[in-house]
Nanobody, 118 residues
């Protein structure tokens, strides 16, 4: 079992930056590729970015490329999402997740709210 707890969300003006953190406990953190997802009000949850087990490969949704960066620290059991040039459409609850199988994420945090004002 892996427990995930996100933090770092908040209210920021458009063009600003935030760094989200996700702390993992239980399990072997480096066994899991990790990802960030988000869900805006009235919309389906969508993929934001992912990172491989040892941070060698990272991918991001087209909507955040060039603005968001995912990283991880296996020694600290942490995964991060650095967000810059934020837009109002980035407003959502952001979740971190651990991948348990190809395209399957089995462990989720409770989410952290990010609100971007125009």
């Amino acid at each position: 079992q892996v427990q995930l707890v996100e933090s770092g969300g908040g209210l920021v003006q458009a063009g600003g930056s935030l760094r989200l953190s996700c702390a993992a406990s239980g399990g072997t953190f480096s066994s899991y590729a990790m990802a960030w997802f988000r869900q805006a009000p009235g919309k389906e949850r969508e993929f934001v970015a992912s990172i491989s087990r040892f941070g060698v490969r990272a991918t991001g949704a087209d909507s955040v490329k060039g603005r968001f960066t995912i990283s991880r620290d296996n020694a600290k059991k942490m995964v991060y999402l650095q967000m810059s040039s934020l837009k109002p459409e980035d407003t959502a609850v952001y979740y971190c997740a651990a991948r348990i199988a190809p395209n399957q994420y089995g462990y989720w945090g409770q989410g952290t709210q990010v609100t971007v004002s125009s």
